[in-house]
């Protein structure tokens, strides 16, 4: 016997060996999760849309908005023209985060901006027409 016949023995008998256990796996995981979704159903609330769940932004995410420097927002928020983070940083490196709804009106204020009511760089791409 070849080495090349030794192989190709070898690779038929493990496919026909794993063949039965590679479907059954893949009925056990198509099974699965229909049956989790179904008990969890019962049990969980429903899972909340895009336009529940309310927009966090960091004043680059804002700066961007705006058109404006990050260091233009950090100035407004020193002077006490921004209100104070919803989300305050916990150290780091990590970024303040406020609430769009909170942060948005402020800017418009003191930028003299229209600002769209949802920021729309964390639901994906719009035309401006849209928004």
């Not at 796996?25 to 049990?43: G, N, S, T």
């Not at 404006?68 to 983070?85: F, M, N, Q, V």
Request: proline share 10%.
């Amino acid at each position: 016997m070849s080495l090349k016949t030794i192989i190709q023995f070898i690779a038929e008998t493990e496919a026909q060996l794993l063949r039965p256990l590679l479907e059954y796996r893949k009925a056990i995981y198509r099974a699965i999760p229909d049956a989790v979704r179904e008990d969890w159903d019962l049990f969980l609330p429903s899972r909340p849309t895009p336009e529940d769940i309310e927009d966090t932004v960091t004043l680059l995410q804002a700066s961007g908005m705006c058109r404006k420097s990050k260091k233009t927002l950090e100035h407004l928020l020193a002077r006490g023209r921004l209100p104070k983070p919803n989300f305050p940083s916990p150290g780091r490196g990590k970024p303040h985060r406020w609430k769009w709804t909170t942060l948005r009106p402020a800017l418009e204020r003191e930028l003299g901006l229209t600002l769209p009511d949802r920021m729309p760089s964390l639901h994906g791409f719009k035309k401006l027409s849209e928004m």
